[in-house]
């Protein structure tokens, strides 16, 4: 499973960027969100991005704090050659190849990141990610994942599907790229809100919530 993400998004990664917007609904709402989340007391926060692709969001957070620290993880190093050349000017960015679900990490963060990525996990690596993320936080670091949920229903999941076709339908997206598009979600492993806000909770944060929601794009906020 593994493989065939790295492969897809391997594939894609030139056109990732501008494809993102068409193909995020509410885009403006969902980073607009995570990027309100993102608040720290440090001038130089020193920020984790997980699954970081392209560097889109770290690209947000670095406009909010230039000072910040960031380290990028991706297991496509395709993608992460887009967050090279995005970052090229800035001397404070880390990459590292690899998958983040096994990595060692071996320093503690003020802030870890994540957009679109952790739905790729089975749920038992998405329970050991958050695990880790607590785990890699320091006393009152923040943890915020704008990713994909699962309906909590089967019509409410066929709801969403339907919603989210006829959007990028609409959305001036080539025929061959909405086709990728519908390619790539096959290897989606979406899991409820409920069970993530449980997940978090169970992983040892105090604070565990949804902050926004658009059908099944959610942004999640927790603290420890």
Known sequence: M???VKQLFDKVAQDYDVQRKQLI?????????ALDLMESPLDSPRI????????????????KYPN???????MSDQMLEGARRRFADANQVQYVVGDYSKYDFTSSYDMIISSL????????????VFDSVHQLLEPGGRFINADQVQGRTPDTDTYYRQRWL????????SEEAISASIERRKVDIN???EDQLVWLEEAGFRVADCMYKYLDFAVFYAQK
């Open 2 to 4: 593994e493989f065939s």
């Open 25 to 33: 609904p509410c885009f403006d709402d969902f980073y607009g969100m």
């Open 48 to 63: 984790l991005d997980l699954g970081a692709g392209t560097g889109l969001l770290s690209g947000l957070v670095l406009q």
């Open 68 to 74: 910040a620290r960031l380290t990028l993880i991706d």
């Open 117 to 128: 990525s952790i739905h790729h996990l089975t749920h038992a690596d998405k329970k050991k």
């Open 166 to 173: 006829d959007a990028i339908h609409q959305s001036g997206l």
């Open 191 to 193: 899991a409820t809100l």
